[in-house]
């Protein structure tokens, strides 16, 4: 969990599994704004724990190219987990909930620019509901299975029109 603790990480494994044909360290790079060798540091971090691995080479083989391990992520802490295990999960918690919040007020900076129906379709929301936690994890994979058929790596090529959107969700006790 350490390994996605940066933000650099986090934004660079999101990067590379969307873009299933891999990166390279530099232009990894110019994604994050770090150096090309700042940027090979991390990745290899990423690589150490298998977030991600070298992809096949694009011709002469003298840049590595690097793909995600794994189509996404989620952060599930154990009950039982030692001291250690519960600050790395609230450390990798931190780095998830700071770049998602990243991205909430990159495009909140931008409302007002974005074409109408965009506009119109976007959504910010805190619902609260009264559920078992049962019914919380049966909510969870019915929202997951409407997803998932709208992922990046299911839509190739995705129809005119189309754009990335962060779907953000949380369950948890307000009581």
Known sequence: MRALAHPARLEVLEHLSLNPDGATATECADVVGLSP????????????VGLIHEGPSRGDGRERVWQASHQGYSVAGDHDASPEQIEAEKVVSEAMLARQNDKVRQYLGRLHSEPREWFDAVFLSDVSIEVTADELKELIAQISA??????????RPPPPNTRRVSIQLRGIPVD
């Open 37 to 48: 060798s700042a940027m090979s540091y991390h990745l290899r971090a990423l690589a150490k």
């Open 146 to 155: 409407l997803i998932e058929p709208l992922r990046s790596v299911h839509r």
